[in-house]
């Protein structure tokens, strides 16, 4: 299995990204997917989930900002980020894992199964 993310740089507060998430070796569509996040001295979030049944959830801090999808052609996994805070500025992974209860930001955060290496999100005011 691999999880490769890519799409993230150094942006200006106020604008937006779209992250990817590559996968080989498992299907998106059929496992629980996700994105969580680390900041140099913060602890690790769980910002986005969504589960095989499409199901979507987002941590607080993000809701209304991000939003997650998935390409099953392309089995790759997205986060769509809108108005770029200084607070996002992490290091996001994506994550996958198969019989994970609930499909949550919770859960995400653990890093479920599987996870990536990770894409620098950088964002200045």
């Known amino acids: 299995v691999q999880l490769v993310e890519s799409g993230g740089g150094s942006v200006q507060a106020g604008g937006s990204l779209r992250l990817s998430c590559a996968a080989s070796?498992?299907?998106?569509?059929?496992?629980?997917m996700g994105w969580f996040r680390q900041a140099p001295g913060k602890e690790r979030e769980g910002v986005a989930s969504?589960?095989?049944?499409?199901?979507?959830s987002y941590a607080d801090s993000v809701k209304g900002r991000f939003t997650i999808s998935r390409d099953n052609a392309e089995n790759t996994l997205y986060l769509h980020i809108d108005s770029l805070e200084s607070e996002d500025t992490a290091m996001y992974y994506c994550?996958?894992?198969?019989?994970?209860?609930?499909?949550?930001?919770?859960?995400?955060?653990?890093?479920?199964?599987?996870r990536g290496q990770g894409t620098q999100v950088t964002v200045s005011s």
């Open positions: 070796g498992l299907t998106v569509s059929s496992y629980c």
């Open positions: 969504l589960a095989s049944i499409g199901t979507t």
């Open positions: 994550a996958a894992g198969l019989y994970w209860r609930p499909c949550s930001p919770g859960t995400v955060v653990g890093g479920l199964d599987y």
